[in-house]
């Protein structure tokens, strides 16, 4: 029969500890919290991934007296001046609670803090092993920052307890954990603009130093907000647009991804420099910028922006879990009018500029009917008693049209018969027309000759972050199927070959890169289906990436007859006959009618 004990001290200390410290990267997060909290504006880092972990911080923050140095590491004592919960209030710092350097300490072999204050020309130790206060507190000579002030953390054999963590890492790569790094340090980096940051991995083999993150002091907020995402996600950061706002004693600073993104990992809020996490908040950006893009007849899937807001807090707000995550905003009301402004700053000044990303109107992603019906769009209410504002048409109906003439060099007017309302009389819309005969062919062309589409081109380098590389790795033959290739060098990918569709539309390289991200956004999502189900090119259509997609269309529009052209007998036929065998006549490639209802006769 199994007994019920109380664990052992160390091993719930140990379990403690690792619920807040999983990671690396949860460990340098929390070693540059204290050092934020200390005032510090250059920060050093070194980690050493062998066989025992170690890793060192330097700081030249104000430091820490003798006198406070030896309870340091010590459970719930802390120098944040917290004494009582409405202290939180008025706290200005990432931590409070004294944890982080206890946590440490029972989960390293060896924990030693070394540091100065500017008042004394002496720093002093402070050392524990393997859990235990071994050194309370000693005269030293290894703080070497260079600054009259500051402290050193070193950590020895980190996770040495746990060997399921340490199996963890030494089973990932080098680049898996420098880029989980850059994301765990990303909110900070990203709120703290007076900081410069530099993180090293030592390479004891060949005993030389990579650079994994290094930061300058920003010029802005709004300018380290993009900097910091370029350091993360690659070189995105610069095509978004800042915007900041105020309310009552709020204020924010904002930068928005107004092209497409990837997924949903590029969505930040940050309340006075702490992560939110409060769904309600980032749905609101989403479904507002969302109706924009509606208005603009543009889809986008997800969107990528940066909100920080700075003001006064709860200190509900600050005690919701180890991570020290924000995730249900008190002043909700406030956080959302002030969110509602930047949206519609977005719409005043930027909206205008979007490039247009038309998506497939629903019919598309469902299986072709060949008698789908539609309900045709009035011009405008009342024009005669005789018109027809509920008039349904089936291609079937297509087939008894009869030509009668050109309208104002606009509209091809013609008769037909249906099968159970009479004969009616409909204004063909002459560019929507011969845009939607020009825009299927073009696809039937490309889908039916997916094998020999590529074409070699002159080579396109972008430099990606390793996440992106990834999914470049994972949906290589995807891109491949439509004519998509490319070489993958460290973190650069090549592209080699595009199908000629695109080549033709002349995209620039930011458009061509922006597609396709937003292409494996949608396979990562299961919003694309990795393979084409079958061969005839209307069933296949739903699948090929939306960038292809707008390209088509785009060219079909620009080859289509234009307004006020003249057409004579012949071409007027041509067009009606063509259009008979369209799979979706009813519409021009953007999905507007192509054809309205004059009158019923």
């Not at 003798?66 to 710092?93: A, F, M, N, Q, R």
């Not at 963590?165 to 709120?191: D, G, V």
């Not at 899937?301 to 700075?310: I, K, L, R």
């Not at 949206?343 to 019919?363: C, E, F, P, T, W």
């Amino acid at each position: 029969m199994s007994i019920v004990r109380r664990l052992d001290k160390a091993v719930s200390l140990a379990l403690k500890s690792n619920l807040q410290l999983n990671l690396i990267g949860d460990v340098i997060k929390g070693l540059v919290e204290n050092s934020l909290d200390a005032g510090s504006t250059e920060i050093k880092i070194s980690v050493q991934l062998d066989n025992i972990i170690c890793i060192e911080c330097e700081d030249n923050g104000h430091g820490i007296p003798p006198s406070e140095l030896e309870k340091i590491g010590s459970e719930y004592w802390s120098s944040k001046g917290v004494l009582k919960l409405e202290d939180l209030e008025d706290l200005k710092t990432y931590g409070f609670r004294g944890e982080t350097l206890h946590s440490l300490s029972q989960i390293s072999k060896a924990l030693r803090m070394s540091s100065k204050v500017l008042s004394s020309d002496r720093s002093f130790t402070t050392v524990y092993n393997n859990g235990t206060h071994v050194v309370s507190l000693t005269e030293c000579d290894d703080y070497g920052i260079g600054s009259p002030q500051g402290t050193v953390v070193k950590i020895t054999g980190l996770f040495y307890n746990l060997p399921v963590r340490r199996t963890y890492i030494s089973n990932t790569s080098q680049k898996s954990i420098s880029q989980q790094i850059k994301l765990a340090l990303f909110p900070l980096c990203a709120t703290n603009p007076d900081l410069s940051i530099k993180i090293n991995l030592i390479e004891p083999d060949v005993s030389c130093e990579k650079s994994i993150l290094s930061v300058s002091k920003a010029v802005s907020p709004d300018d380290r907000l993009s900097t910091s995402f370029d350091l993360i996600f690659g070189n995105m950061g610069s095509s978004m647009v800042p915007l900041q706002s105020s309310h009552m004693d709020y204020k924010v600073d904002s930068i928005f991804g107004l092209n497409p993104t990837f997924n949903i990992s590029h969505r930040f809020i940050f309340l006075n420099k702490r992560l939110v996490m409060d769904e309600r908040l980032y749905n609101l950006i989403t479904r507002e910028l969302a109706q924009l893009y509606k208005n603009q007849n543009v889809h986008r899937p997800s969107f990528a922006f940066v909100v920080s807001f700075t003001g006064p807090q709860h200190p509900s707000e600050l005690t919701q879990g180890p991570q020290k995550t924000i995730n249900t905003v008190h002043e909700i009301q406030t956080l959302t009018y002030l969110t509602k402004c930047l949206i519609d700053k977005v719409a005043v000044n930027y909206i205008g500029s979007l490039q247009h990303n038309k998506r497939m109107i629903d019919s598309f992603k469902e299986a072709p009917e060949k008698n789908k019906t539609r309900k045709i769009q009035t011009l405008k209410d009342n024009i005669s008693p005789f018109f027809c504002s509920n008039l349904k048409l089936s291609k079937d109906d297509l087939s008894s049209v009869r030509l009668v003439g050109l309208m104002d060099q606009k509209f091809i007017v013609v008769t037909l018969v249906t099968k159970h309302q009479g004969t009616v009389m409909l204004a063909l819309d002459q560019h929507a027309c011969d845009e939607r005969v020009k825009a299927e062919k073009l696809f039937r062309n490309y889908i039916g000759n997916l094998s020999n589409c590529s074409v070699a081109i002159e080579n396109i380098t972008w430099d990606l972050s390793e996440m992106v590389m990834n999914l470049f790795s994972t949906f290589e033959f995807s891109l491949s199927t439509w004519g998509i290739r490319f070489i993958s060098l460290n973190s650069r990918i090549i592209l080699t070959h595009l199908p000629s569709v695109l080549t033709e539309g002349k995209l620039s390289h930011e458009s061509l890169k922006s597609g396709i991200l937003q292409y494996l956004s949608d396979l990562e999502a299961g919003k694309k289906c990795p393979k084409p189900p079958g061969e005839k090119w209307f069933e296949t259509l739903p699948f090929i990436p939306e960038m292809i997609i707008n390209v088509v269309n785009s060219l079909a529009c620009r080859s289509a007859v234009k307004f006020g052209t003249s057409l004579d007998t012949a071409q007027c036929k041509t067009i009606i006959q063509n259009l008979k065998s369209c799979e979706l006549p009813f519409q021009c490639a953007h999905g507007r009618p192509s054809m309205v209802p004059l009158t019923m006769l």
